[in-house]
């Protein structure tokens, strides 16, 4: 699974026309001026605080901003930067920060976010009482 890497998202906003979100998971960094009308189009930035260019923020305010959707955003979030690309569309997707991406690595033991093996002291601790028991 792929950890988040805000410093990843504030390279990708170099550039940025605008950014947006759909109100639930869906974040885009809109590259060109193409793409924000095709999104404005999609109803994009018809919910209030969900559509800005970069004439209303500054880079520093668009990353802020990002990272407070982002944390608003349900468990199927993401962030994309978007570019148009007329000889293939999906090609003009860059992703950011994957849909699933987690805060720390998951530890490889148990699954957890953040254990970082925590889980196997935990087992080596309960061998140890165990032990003691006998």
Known sequence: ??????????????????????????IYVLMDDEQVAEMRGYGYGDEQDSFYTCDEMSHSEMLEKLKEWFGKSCALKFIQAVETNHEDANAGYTSLIEQGATEYELC???????CEGECEDEDEDEDEDEEDEE
């Open 1 to 26: 699974m792929a950890v988040i890497d805000w410093d990843e998202v504030d390279s990708g906003l170099f550039g940025a026309k605008a950014i947006t979100w759909d109100t639930c998971h869906k």
């Open 108 to 114: 490889y033991i148990c699954g957890a976010e953040g």
